[in-house]
């Protein structure tokens, strides 16, 4: 019944929607590229997982339109589903199983990353097979403790690359390293990160090792650290409009979200004082009032922890969600047995958006139901399509 309700979401049988605006997805690439550029570093559009739920292809273009020159990806899957939507340029994968892909990721040109030798000679050995060198950048573990090649074992894996090299077999094409705890500024981790780092780069230089990119930084180091831009930043989480660091809003960095979840109501009902509302009978209703029914549940990625906690907006106001979250649905208490004058079935219910007509942010379900807004938007599940706008 609201005016969100009537030009929002237009009539149709849609359930659910994740509503992606790509418009937001542009600026807020072209604002991470103006803060980096004064370090003189570009941007790597991180897209893995799906664009962190918002959809790998759509967001690589748009931040390839407003100025990204890399693409990087977890996965080599992933970096071959750009290829074949037809995306040019540079692209980085990084988490390799055994065996590849090799062959397929070596003919597509895409750079994969050489974390430990046994991975440098599989590379190197399908590259010699197949004719065409291999790009490749290697990993330095600076300190993440997760993946890269530990400091003991650096000049080894760096050696291996230089043969390699030398040989015609692979370009060694970049140097990085990922930070542990750069989301918490000052941290002293960070500090030993970049000396290591630095002494990385300088045994591969020592080397003859001469890569196009050498970059650490993720999106809260782009954001509140410039000594860690060097030549690229790997940026997911801002590129998508939220702020990776702590007690800050997007707006903060001038980024927007570019993700707004929404549902239509499936069922309004009055219930009595004292109706236990959902599997286990953890909310009663303390009066008479209107239920709505949401048809959204953890099976779309809401996380079953939001039960009696996460708030959602229907009619231009934030109502909490009654009892449990179920797989496919949860209940909203209207507060009022007059309330279905108000909210009628297929009315919108904006579960997260921007925040800027009042309603929830990735933020707030991530702090009411103990997690990161990287999770909140990563895990909306497949059956929610995605909806594009702001596609000029
Ligand atoms: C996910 C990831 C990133 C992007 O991190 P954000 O904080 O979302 O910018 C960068 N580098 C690596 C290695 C990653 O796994």
């Known amino acids: 019944m609201t005016d969100l309700t009537a030009t929002d979401f237009p009539p149709g049988p849609l359930r659910a929607e994740a509503r ?5 997805i542009r600026a807020n690439t072209r604002r991470v590229g103006q803060i980096v550029a004064e370090s003189g570093a570009g941007v790597m559009a991180v897209v893995k997982a799906d664009a962190y739920g918002h959809g790998a292809v759509p967001c690589a273009r748009a931040a390839k339109q407003a100025g990204a020159a890399w693409l990087g990806t977890a996965l080599p899957e992933e ?3 750009l290829r074949a939507a037809g995306l040019t340029g540079p692209i980085l994968a990084w988490l390799h199983p055994a065996g590849g892909p090799w062959d397929e990721l070596i003919v597509q040109e895409i750079d994969v990353t050489g974390y430990a030798p046994w991975v440098l000679e599989e590379i190197t050995a399908a590259a010699q097979r197949l004719g065409i060198p291999a790009r490749v950048q290697l990993k330095a573990d600076t300190g993440l403790g997760r993946g890269g090649t530990q400091p003991h074992d650096w000049l080894e894996l760096v050696e291996l690359a230089a043969k390699a090299e030398a040989a015609g077999h692979i370009r060694v094409t970049g140097v990085w390293s990922h930070f ?3 989301d918490e500024p000052g941290h002293p981790s960070i500090r030993s990160q970049l000396d290591l780092f630095r002494e990385a780069l300088a045994v591969a230089d020592h080397a003859g090792l001469r890569p196009e990119v050498r970059h650490i930084a993720n999106s809260p180091a782009a954001l509140s650290l410039p000594e860690a831009h060097f030549d690229l930043v790997r940026s997911g989480l801002a590129l998508y409009g939220l702020s990776p660091l702590p007690d800050t809003t997007p707006a903060d960095f001038g980024l927007r979200p570019a993700m707004s979840l929404r549902a239509r109501v499936a069922l309004v009902k009055n219930a009595p004082a004292e109706h236990g509302v959902s599997y286990g009978h953890i909310y009663h209703t303390a009066a008479p009032t209107t239920l709505a029914l949401v ?4 099976a779309d990625g809401l996380p079953r922890n939001s039960s009696n906690v996460g708030e959602v907006f ?3 106001r ?9 797989m496919d649905q949860f209940v909203v208490d209207l507060g009022d047995p007059d309330a279905d004058r108000d909210v009628q079935v297929g009315d919108e219910v904006l579960i997260f958006g921007s925040g800027e007509h009042g309603e929830p942010t990735a933020d707030d379900w991530a702090r009411a139901t103990g997690t990161l807004n990287y999770e909140i938007v990563t895990r909306i599940g497949p059956r929610v399509p995605r909806v594009y706008v702001g596609n000029s």
Request: charged share 20%.
């Open 79 to 81: 970096a071959l589903e």
């Open 314 to 316: 229907i009619g231009g």
């Open 20 to 24: 992606i605006d790509l418009d937001a």
């Open 295 to 298: 048809p959204l549940g953890y």
């Open 180 to 182: 542990a705890c750069a």
């Open 318 to 326: 934030r109502h909490r969600i009654a009892g449990r979250m179920a």
